[in-house]
């Protein structure tokens, strides 16, 4: 029997913000999109003359920019298909280039919520050959079937027009009408197509679109109404989890209580977890929620919510179209802290409409009714596909050109204002949101290496010259040592460069450390390094450009040095460090003395 083409199904992780971790760097990135096109084709027989495959979790989340692409051509796919989230997408469209470029022959097939046809840039992209709008599976097995009908002959002007695919130079699409039943696309953990063991964690959901439509969000997508899975499959997905040992069931559903039948959902639930085997996790709306469905909730294993306040102020819920009833709203979030669920509240920085003032107001009131609450605050986003993404100018919104997109000014609010505001946040509760993790100095066993040590007073020897681009992980640390790193500017600003040439979504971490005195570290080294650092920019850049913790992003730069040294390089020097970079003191012991923030102690490396 001939070799069925094969179609490649793609996801790439959110990039951690540092390398390493245990046992596995990224948890949770579940090709669950995938899994359901996989199921619909299968469904529909076009196994028969495809095979479908998924990039396995552990290497999608772990290998760098190269080594994807050099996995994805081993693999020789016909079709790959990318699965794109705003902090996946910049990756993804530079991978896809280099597919192209190796073998021009490969199709390239983008869906997700980042495909709309507001985001141009993506569209734009030379390597796109095809891109969904909206809900996927029913287009992508027509895209297959057309494909196998066609019979291998190439060209995109012979596929048949198909409702929601976006082809290169073709006119725009008719749109694709919802699936109508989930049942359909339930469940690719019932047959097989993942596994709930990994990561003890299945994604579940039981509705998709959102009778709310607000207008910084995309949930409701490309659907009009709402439509569920059935109790029976329901049901059949939470046997699965048990039989599979996993500890967390997190609801997808846009808002979990907008369904009519909220009470026979809960009831399911708890019925399904008789044990409280696992924790279920959800969003929801306050307003609504009784002292019975918080009991439920309990019964069920809910231990924490997220609900959305986003703005207390009118005129911004008005312009957001979302409003809020503030007595109603502490009543739910009341009865679920009274039942011991505690609650996760978002508010939303940078709304049009919202003031210093207004914003002021919010974080008051939530410190207010603290023990009500654990705030989070995230920074606007205007998301392709939204109402505020279409009506922006007219809105007066600016925003990044890339992923995250974040607001960068309103009729109302700059960029200086927004940041100060989220340091008020921060100061208010006591907490730093989206915390910057502690260098890591150990090596993460794994399918690709993470780091390359090298030292720059030598020419470089077969044992320390970087590990071949393709074998690099995505989180990479390159260590740099020297006895005199003041007279090593270039050559360390090179190899910083040629890192990141290689594979420019690294999350990288640059450690330098010096042999004799520390000071040889100098704060024009620091300089040299970043500009090189951020010569390019990846999604992490941009989204921790407004975060108030310094200077974050995805490159990080780490002075290493052996505690002793602590007491004789004076605080001028470590202050100066800190501007730029952190600190990690060798062979340091638990002590009483003041470390600043930058400043870590670490056994050894
Ligand atoms: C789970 C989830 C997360 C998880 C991450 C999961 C992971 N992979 O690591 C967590 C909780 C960590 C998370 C975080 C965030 N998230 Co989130 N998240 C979701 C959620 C609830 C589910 C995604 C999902 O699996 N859906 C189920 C699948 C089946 O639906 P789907 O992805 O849309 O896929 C369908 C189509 O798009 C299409 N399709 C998808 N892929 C492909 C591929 C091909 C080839 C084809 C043909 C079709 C196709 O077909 C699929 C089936 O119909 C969605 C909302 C939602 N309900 O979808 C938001 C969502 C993806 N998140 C969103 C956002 C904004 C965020 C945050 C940035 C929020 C914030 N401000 O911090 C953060 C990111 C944090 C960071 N550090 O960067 C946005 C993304 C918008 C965008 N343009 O990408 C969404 C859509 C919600 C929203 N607000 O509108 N999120
Ligand atoms: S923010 Fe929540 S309630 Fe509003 S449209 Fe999105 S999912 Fe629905």
């Given at each position: ?6 179609v490649l199904l793609v996801q ?18 579940v090709p669950l999109a995938a899994g359901c096109l996989k199921l619909l084709a299968r469904r529909r027989?076009l196994?028969?003359?495809f095979?479908i495959?998924i ?24 079709l790959v298909g990318f699965t794109c989230y705003?902090?996946n997408i910049?990756?993804t ?14 199709r390239v097939l983008l869906g997700g919520p980042e495909i709309t046809s507001?985001n141009?840039?993506v569209l734009?992209?030379?390597?796109v050959d095809f891109a969904v709008f909206g809900e996927g599976e029913a287009t992508f097995v027509e895209l297959l079937t057309a494909l ?14 198909i409702a929601g695919l976006w082809r ?5 699409p008719p749109q694709r009408a919802p699936l109508g039943s989930m049942?359909a696309v339930s469940?690719p953990?019932?047959?097989?197509i ?9 994604l579940?959901e039981?509705?998709r679109g ?8 995309y949930y409701p997508k490309s659907y009009?109404?709402?439509y ?24 997808l ?131 392709p596909g ?220």
């Amino acid at each position: 029997m001939p070799r069925r083409p094969l179609v490649l199904l793609v996801q790439l992780p959110i990039p951690p913000p540092g390398p390493g971790g245990d046992p596995q760097p990224i948890r949770g990135n579940v090709p669950l999109a995938a899994g359901c096109l996989k199921l619909l084709a299968r469904r529909r027989g076009l196994e028969d003359s495809f095979c479908i495959e998924i990039l396995p979790a552990a290497l999608a989340n772990t290998l760098g920019d190269q080594g994807l692409v050099g996995e994805i051509l081993r693999r020789g796919p016909k079709l790959v298909g990318f699965t794109c989230y705003l902090w996946n997408i910049e990756r993804t469209v530079w991978i896809a280039g280099r597919l192209k470029e190796a073998r021009p022959g490969i199709r390239v097939l983008l869906g997700g919520p980042e495909i709309t046809s507001d985001n141009r840039w993506v569209l734009d992209a030379p390597a796109v050959d095809f891109a969904v709008f909206g809900e996927g599976e029913a287009t992508f097995v027509e895209l297959l079937t057309a494909l196998r009908g066609l019979a291998g002959r190439a060209g995109r002007e012979l596929l048949p027009a198909i409702a929601g695919l976006w082809r290169r130079g073709g006119p725009p699409p008719p749109q694709r009408a919802p699936l109508g039943s989930m049942d359909a696309v339930s469940s690719p953990y019932l047959e097989g197509i993942l596994d709930a063991a990994q990561d003890e964690m299945l994604l579940l959901e039981t509705a998709r679109g959102c009778r709310y439509r607000c207008r910084y969000c995309y949930y409701p997508k490309s659907y009009r109404g709402v439509y569920s899975l059935s109790p029976r499959q329901i049901s059949a997905c939470l046997g699965h989890a048990a039989d599979r040992g996993v500890a967390e069931v997190v609801l997808l559903d846009p808002t979990l209580n907008q369904r009519p039948d909220f009470p026979q959902l809960l009831d399911l639930l708890v019925r399904g977890n008789p044990r409280r085997q696992w924790t279920y996790s959800a969003e929801l709306r306050a307003e609504g929620i009784g002292p019975e469905a918080a009991r439920a909730m309990r019964k069920a294993n809910f231990q924490e919510v997220e609900v959305g306040l986003q703005s207390i102020d009118p005129q911004t819920q008005r312009l957001m179209g979302r409003r809020l009833d503030l007595a109603a709203f502490e009543r739910g979030a009341r009865a679920l802290l009274d039942e011991g669920i505690s609650v996760r509240v978002d508010l939303i920085l940078g709304l049009p409409g919202d003031t210093v003032d207004s914003v002021r107001r919010g974080i008051e009131y939530l410190d207010r009714v603290r023990p009500l609450s654990e705030l989070q605050v995230f920074n606007l986003s205007i998301l392709p596909g939204t109402a505020f993404r279409r009506q922006a100018r007219r809105l007066g919104l600016e925003y990044q050109p890339r992923p995250p997109y974040y607001v960068l000014r309103t009729p109302t609010l700059d960029v200086e204002q927004m940041y100060r505001l989220l340091e008020e946040a921060q100061q208010a509760f006591g907490i730093e949101f989206d915390a910057f993790p502690p260098p890591r100095l150990q090596a993460v066993a794994g399918p690709a290496i993470d780091r390359g040590v090298l030292d720059l007073d030598r020419p470089p020897a077969a044992e320390d010259v970087l590990p071949p681009a393709e074998r690099r992980a995505q989180a990479f640390t390159l260590w740099l040592r020297s006895a005199d790193f003041a007279a090593r500017h270039s050559e360390a600003a090179a190899w910083v460069a040629r890192v990141l040439a290689d594979n420019p979504h690294t999350t990288l971490q640059v450690v330098l450390e010096p042999r004799g005195d520390p000071r040889r570290v100098t704060p024009e080294l620091l300089e040299t390094l970043l500009a090189e650092c951020y010569r390019t920019t990846s999604y992490l850049d941009w989204y921790y450009s407004l975060h108030p913790g310094g200077l974050l992003g995805a490159k990080r730069l780490v002075v290493v040095a052996p505690w002793a040294q602590r007491r004789r390089v004076g605080m001028p020097w470590i202050e100066g460090i800190g501007e730029a970079a952190a600190l990690v003191w060798l062979g340091g012991e638990e002590t009483e003395e003041t470390l600043r923030p930058w400043e870590y102690v670490a056994a050894t490396t």
